[in-house]
């Protein structure tokens, strides 16, 4: 396995293009299923991620094709309606083809999903929301097995926002006949995109970015051309790259509008954040105050930053209380970072950091995508080399991340031999 080698100390200085939105384009490649014939979606990171949910369309009858970031998909084909455990037991946004499957073909059959080791993520809310839209749900050897002989409106409510259960529930009863309304949905900018996209295909969608979504059912969708948001992930996960080495970084193709609750946060513990368009410019402090977060759903804190901003805090004066709301046992990076030298108390879903004067490089080893991305930051600031290993988890959701961080001056390469 490849691995990450870093020597720390360097502050950066440049700029960053930001790639589009891996958890936008994973909903969006299975809503081509909705329609017959050729997509083409433009801004397309290259990840390991997307190249897992192409293999699955491909498995499904699709025509996939990738090349320059841009997405061809012709979905004419598709005559094949499994989602395997092989694929889905490695990128839980596999789940995300039940609904277009149930949807137009009225038929699935999608493995219980794995992916990332942050703890329990059911799938209730994907299943209780196709069964009032009147599918036959049944789990058998592993396997959600869902049939209609035509999807029908109805209200659904989630007891707590859910980003999959609704994008899910949105591609189903885009092809329902007649009204469904989503009360508590997800208001995040992917779901938003999805919405933008299937309503470029002919849906009819109103409430778009509330939490409140109507949808009144067509009979038939077409292909169509479509641009990936900027990934507001990886936006800030160099935002506080930059505060974290004392650097000057600016972020290109950016979207500021989808990272507010980071820059105030950066802003409070003493960075300038300055914001102009698609452009995202970020000083670091000499040394950064600490400060609280508490994760939630959007437009709060992302709890895919939660992991980074603990990096951030590590070396900030005084102690910082990090809780995480969405996913309560999220700190398996915590461990890792204390191999460094930093100092975390865990107390069930709060870490209290206490920051230290200096990190030291070792080696450590990734459990989740965004665990991966916090040791990447600590070893661009740790003492000496750095080792991490297991970087599978970071190609799942950055798209070259070494060489970005190369061109605005980290020392960091990419070798073989990670454990």
Known sequence: MDKLVLQGGKPLFGEVQISGAKNAVLPIMAATLLADGEFTIHNVPELRDVKTMAH??????????????????????CNYFEAPYELVKTMRA??????????????????LPGGCAIGARPVDFHLKGMDKLGAQISLDAGYIKAKSAG???????????????????????????????????SCEPEIVALADFLITMGAQIDGVGSSNLTVQG??????????????????????????????????????????????????????????????????????????????????????DLQAQWMTLMCLAGGASMITDTIFFDRFTHAAELKRLGATIELKKNTAIVTGVEKLYGAQV??????????????????EGQTEVHRIYHLDRGYERIEDKLQKVGAEICRSDGGL
């Open 218 to 303: 067509v009979k038939q969708l077409k292909p169509t051309h479509f641009t990936v948001i900027p990934d507001r992930v990886e936006t800030g996960t160099f935002m506080i790259a930059a505060a974290l080495t004392g650097g000057e970084v600016t972020l290109t193709e950016s979207d500021p509008s989808t990272i507010g609750s980071l820059t105030e946060k950066l802003r409070e513990a003493g960075n300038i954040v300055e914001q102009n368009d698609r452009r995202i410019y970020v000083k670091g402090a000499e040394k950064n105050s600490s400060v609280d977060i508490t994760t939630s759903e959007y437009p709060g804190f992302p709890t």
């Open 151 to 185: 999807l029908n409106g109805g209200h659904i409510h989630f007891d707590i926002p859910s980003v999959g259960a609704t994008g899910n529930i949105l591609m189903a009863a885009v092809l329902a006949k007649g009204k469904t309304t989503i009360s508590n949905a």
């Open 94 to 111: 596999s789940i995300y083809v039940l609904g277009p499957l149930l949807g137009r073909f009225g038929q699935a059959k999608v493995s």
């Open 56 to 77: 699955l369309l491909r498995i499904i009858g699709a025509k996939v094709a990738f090349q320059n970031n841009t997405l061809v998909i012709d979905t004419s084909g």
């Open 365 to 382: 080893m990734s459990t989740d995508l965004r665990a991966s991305a916090s040791l990447v930051l600590a070893g661009l600031v740790a």
